[in-house]
């Protein structure tokens, strides 16, 4: 199994709303900082939002800034991503992923420093 699973895509009209969840599995999430990353047909792998493992720290690339909201629950060893105002330009495989780091303020941005990541979700955005 997996230890990163994704899940709540799905299709939904421009201007909609759509909450995805990122659930580990087999180790404790609090020790990771999280990044969610998504990629479309033909283009390279993006970020989009990254969280620090204490959840104090968060950023958003400035294409999805003021929309989107990254948020994380220790307790429940659970990301999330609560998606609004969708646009077609949003349409990707969207991944979650987790690096260890050992400060709570850690914020990583390059995927390369990331060591596991889930299978996607498919998030389509048309009319």
């Known amino acids: 199994q997996l230890p990163l699973v994704e899940s709540g895509g799905g299709l939904v009209q421009p201007g909609g709303s759509l909450r995805l969840s990122c659930a580990a599995s087999g180790f404790t999430l609090g020790y990771y900082t999280i990044g969610w990353f998504r990629q479309a047909p033909g283009k390279e792998r993006e970020g989009v939002s990254y969280?620090?493992?204490?959840?104090?720290?968060?950023k958003y690339a400035d294409s999805v800034k003021g929309r989107f909201t990254i948020s994380r629950d220790n307790a429940k060893n659970t990301v999330y991503l609560q998606m609004n105002s969708l646009k077609p330009e949003d349409t990707a495989v969207y991944y979650c992923?987790?690096?260890?780091?050992?400060?709570?303020?850690?914020?990583?941005?390059?995927?390369?420093?990331?060591?596991?990541w889930g299978q996607g979700t498919q998030v389509t955005v048309s009319s």
């Open positions: 992923a987790a690096s260890y780091s050992d400060y709570t303020w850690v914020i990583r941005v390059d995927p390369l420093e990331y060591t596991y």
């Open positions: 969280i620090s493992s204490s959840g104090g720290i968060t």
